[in-house]
């Protein structure tokens, strides 16, 4: 992961090292340091800085969840996005915090998100110029990269449908399951950042213009789409578990049916070869030639007759 430090004075915008934009803050209209939260060197330089100590202690914590809180005039705030590095189900997005004040950010991340090259981009190209636009910049890149994640979700539950019958049911199930964990893993994020957004817009910092507000309500708004549709996806995927479940239980059912109706045909046929295969005297018919041709046809006649009965009652059905 590589530190990124800008400074940027009018339209101008120029990427410098860290002792040039400690050195430029308060006097250019934006300085922005990123941060590894893997490097000693970075946390050592925010030790150094005059920041609150709710606000390094919340720049360094090692677990995190969306929020925004107004302290001194700033804004620490907390959120997650889609990472350059793929993720387990239990952290399945990276955390950026974020300090927000007047001509200064800091941000800090302890893996590659991706949205910092949309940034990387704009703050280069003259688009942000100040701490509100580098703020409503990410947080609308970070859920514009996050909304084809969860309608992908959406799509994989579509397809799953489509093809539900009982050859595919089970070869289906942890495609659901996984589908399942990863809206649950997406969620735990979406909901509370949707809260987090709504609040930096309503605060009262005079670094947030009007459409900087309205960027972060645009944002907070798709935040809330999307933790709906997760919400719907993890309903529909349980739903279909609980498909899959029944007809695994119903196909059980006909397979111990079928199971059991062979068994009560041959049980007679059983009692009945047993009973003259027993090496006794006096067992009829005996030495006589057409003797077994007619236990055959008895013992298949038995069989017609047992089996049509299970058919006429719909033992089948």
């Not at 930096?200 to 645009?218: F, M, V, Y």
Request: proline share 3%; charged share 25%; glycine share 6%.
């Amino acid at each position: 992961m590589s530190a990124r430090n800008y400074v940027v004075t009018g339209n101008n915008a120029a990427a410098v090292g860290r002792d040039e934009a400690t050195a430029a803050m308060g006097t250019a209209d934006l300085v922005w340091v990123h941060l590894d939260g893997n490097d000693p060197a970075s946390l050592d330089w925010l030790n150094t800085q005059d920041l609150p100590n709710i606000v390094v202690n919340a720049l360094i914590a090692t677990e995190t969840r969306p929020r925004t809180d107004l302290v001194d005039g700033g804004a620490i705030l907390n959120m997650r996005g889609p990472g350059e590095e793929a993720a387990d189900f239990t952290d399945m997005l990276t955390s950026v915090r974020i300090w927000a004040s007047h001509k200064r950010v800091i941000s800090l991340t302890m893996r590659d998100l991706m949205a910092l090259e949309t940034l990387d981009q704009d703050i280069l190209a003259g688009k942000i110029l100040d701490p509100g636009d580098l703020v409503c910049v990410l947080a609308t890149t970070i859920t514009a990269e996050l909304d084809p994640d969860v309608a992908e979700l959406g799509d994989t539950l579509d397809d799953c449908e489509e093809l539900f019958d009982a050859k595919n049911a089970f070869s289906m199930r942890r495609t659901i399951a996984a589908t399942r964990a990863k809206a649950i893993a997406y969620r735990r994020f979406v909901a509370p950042q949707r809260q987090a957004l709504e609040k930096l817009a309503r605060i009262d910092a005079a670094w947030l213009t009007d459409d900087d507000r309205a960027h972060l309500g645009e944002a907070a708004d798709r935040a809330a789409r999307m933790a709906e549709e997760l919400e719907a996806i993890r309903e529909r995927s349980a739903l279909m578990h609980e498909q899959l479940t029944d007809l695994r239980a119903e196909l059980i059912d006909t397979r111990s049916l079928v199971i059991s109706v062979v068994a009560l045909v041959f049980l007679p046929l059983t009692f009945l070869t047993g009973l003259l295969g027993m090496n006794v005297d006096g067992i009829p018919y005996a030495h006589e030639p057409w003797a077994f041709m007619t236990v055959c046809a008895v013992c298949i006649a038995v069989a017609v007759a047992v089996g049509a009965y299970f058919i006429r009652a719909k033992w089948f059905r």
